[in-house]
């Protein structure tokens, strides 16, 4: 299946922060086909770095989508059932508007100058995209990581625009121990010389401090065992210690290399804005009443975490859940064992494609 | 003891799922009602009553295989442990509680039981009769703790952790002032009407307050 990567624009955003965006780009794909009825849409919601490309091969770049393994032809999403959509994040740096866009008012990019946004700023984006496809509700948004929050989002301040929810490895607010990885990548950014307050699009981009922050989010993606796995103490292309700061481990080595691939499709100031929307995220709003946050929501939910889990813990999947079962909510939770640790909703797939699968098989005979 | 009541039987639910206390389930609830079933297994019942009688189905189980099982199956159910999850329902929210071959596995019976009745309007609990004869004569010539046939475990792995018999609950339900609305008693895939206490493998009650 080749795919293409498509672009809506929008005239104007209204932003959380009281200001707004004009001329709004919005690059997405889609798979499948809606029905007469326009009652099989599912938008697909992706991760920190992920982009529109959620499956298929693009027909840019030759390369599968981020959750192939997840979506097409009789997979968990699948699109000879479901029309499937997936789109850039506003402040993103894969087609859609983002601090690396040109501002049209002065033709230059945004860089700093771009606003800063929330988690509801970009399911708000979502939302105008879904009204141009020219659907009303959508059977169900489904996403790992930043998209369970996107998910979360779209349930409450939509209720009637979605039948279905699915939150993966998420959480409904950044706690301390996000905010601080966060801000150690953020730091990682700015104190790089080439970062220059963020004007680096007509020169070196911060290409070394993206990269250390990169590092940092691989290391909060695995596990200890995954980690232990896949590396062990096991030294990279040499015998005995190099008795100097070269690579010396297989670790060493994976983290540098994920690190340049990063930032050769990623923009640093899109490190910096995104990760604060979802530093700002709280679907309590600062209340803390969990409850208050979903009594509007009509989703049905289904919700998983993974047992490796660490930067985004079931704790904080089974609060969500304990919330929705209190209000007689319709909800379905499981945690999934996995030793792949936060990544697992990206690469360790078997049992979450059986549970979404037929949670959304369900969902369509109830409530398309 | 509550006279036991003789129903039509819609064999298809137990046929289907090859259990006699599910065929009777399936009889007793209501179409169109909302069903929480404790320890729901891979939510075979469950999946049958949304299909079958439309509905409003949750289901929660401690294993985390069988929780996700359920779910593949299309039924809302989610990995707890039901000595703690109960707390978290509002008064009422339940037509029907279902706790089906499970009560003895509880930690605090009377607990789960006054909780099922004030999360639902009504409790269905299945459970085995550890007052049949074949029990009791086991004990009686063996000497050893009884297996029987419908939970064949060794004392030391069994998930069993509360004996009783028919006659046991009979009593806890008068002392408790629970209404027994209707009762049936299973010896295999047969109904008993006659000394249950001795005769019946397991029990079915549909109780409220």
């Given at each position: ?368 | ?88 329902y509002s008064d009422q929210a339940f037509d029907y509680v279902i706790l089906s071959q499970t009560l003895q596995e509880t930690r605090?019976p009377l607990r789960v039981l006054r909780e099922m009745l004030r999360v639902g309007r009504r409790a269905i609990v299945a459970f ?82």
């Amino acid at each position: 299946m080749t795919v293409e990567t498509h672009t809506a624009q929008f005239e104007s955003i209204s932003l959380e922060n009281g200001t707004s965006l004009s001329s709004v780009l919005v690059a997405y794909q889609t798979y499948g086909e809606l029905n007469a009825a326009k009652s099989n849409a599912i938008l697909i919601l992706h991760a920190f770095s992920g982009d529109a490309h959620a499956a298929g091969i693009s027909h840019e770049t030759g390369k599968p989508g981020w959750w192939d393994n997840m979506i097409g032809p009789g997979k968990a999403f699948d699109t000879e059932k479901y029309f499937m959509i997936c789109s850039n994040v506003l402040g993103g740096c894969q087609g859609t508007t983002g601090p690396s866009s040109i501002n049209s008012e002065t033709g230059c990019p945004y860089a700093m100058s771009f606003p800063v946004i929330t988690m509801g700023d970009m399911v708000r984006v979502q939302t105008k995209l879904i009204d141009f496809l020219g659907i009303e509700r959508l059977l169900a948004v489904a996403g790992g990581s930043m998209g369970g929050m996107q998910a979360l989002e779209w349930a409450v301040t939509y209720p009637d625009r979605v039948a279905a929810a699915v939150p993966i490895a998420t959480t409904a607010r950044h706690t301390p121990q996000q905010i601080a990885f966060n801000e150690v990548g953020r730091q990682a950014i700015m104190a790089d010389p080439d970062w220059n307050d963020g004007n680096y699009y007509s020169s070196r981009p911060p290409n070394r401090g993206l990269a250390i922050a990169r590092m940092v989010g691989h290391i909060t993606y695995m596990s200890d065992e995954s980690m232990r796995e896949k590396f062990g103490r096991r030294l990279r292309e040499k015998e005995k210690f190099g008795f100097d700061f070269s690579v010396d481990f297989e670790v060493e080595s994976y983290l540098r290399y994920r690190g340049s691939q990063f930032v050769s499709r990623f923009d640093a100031n899109s490190y910096l804005y995104i990760t604060k929307a979802e530093d700002y995220f709280d679907l309590t709003n600062g209340t803390g009443s969990l409850a208050s946050a979903f009594s509007k929501a009509k989703a049905r939910f289904l919700v998983i975490s993974f047992s490796s889990d660490w930067l985004y813990p079931s704790y904080q999947s089974q609060e969500i859940v304990r919330v929705l079962r209190r209000s007689n909510h319709d909800v379905a939770y499981c945690e999934l064992p996995s030793n792949y640790g936060h990544d697992a909703f990206l690469v360790d797939v078997a049992e979450q494609s059986e549970v979404v699968r037929g949670f959304l098989a369900s969902t369509y005979k109830e409530r398309a | 003891m509550a006279a036991a009541e003789q129903i039509v039987r819609k064999p298809f639910v137990g046929e289907l799922l090859g259990r006699e206390d599910f065929a009777i389930i399936g009889d007793i609830v209501e179409p169109n009602s909302k069903v929480l079933d404790l320890g729901c297994g891979e939510g075979e019942l469950l999946q049958w009553l949304a299909e079958n009688k439309g509905v409003e189905a949750r289901g929660v189980e401690i294993s985390a295989t069988k929780a996700q099982r359920a779910i593949a199956r299309g039924v809302s159910a989610y990995q707890g442990d039901i000595d703690e999850v109960l707390e978290d329902y509002s008064d009422q929210a339940f037509d029907y509680v279902i706790l089906s071959q499970t009560l003895q596995e509880t930690r605090n019976p009377l607990r789960v039981l006054r909780e099922m009745l004030r999360v639902g309007r009504r409790a269905i609990v299945a459970f085995p009769n550890f007052g049949h004869w074949s029990v009791r004569l086991s004990l009686l010539f063996t000497g050893k703790a009884p297996k029987p046939p419908l939970f064949p475990y060794e004392w030391y792995d069994s998930p069993n952790i509360h004996f009783l018999t028919v006659d046991d609950f009979d009593q806890l339900a008068r002392k408790e002032g629970f209404t027994v609305e209707r009762c049936y008693f299973i010896a295999g895939r047969r109904r008993i009407t006659l000394l249950p206490n001795v005769l019946a493998e397991e029990a079915v009650y549909l109780v409220r307050k």
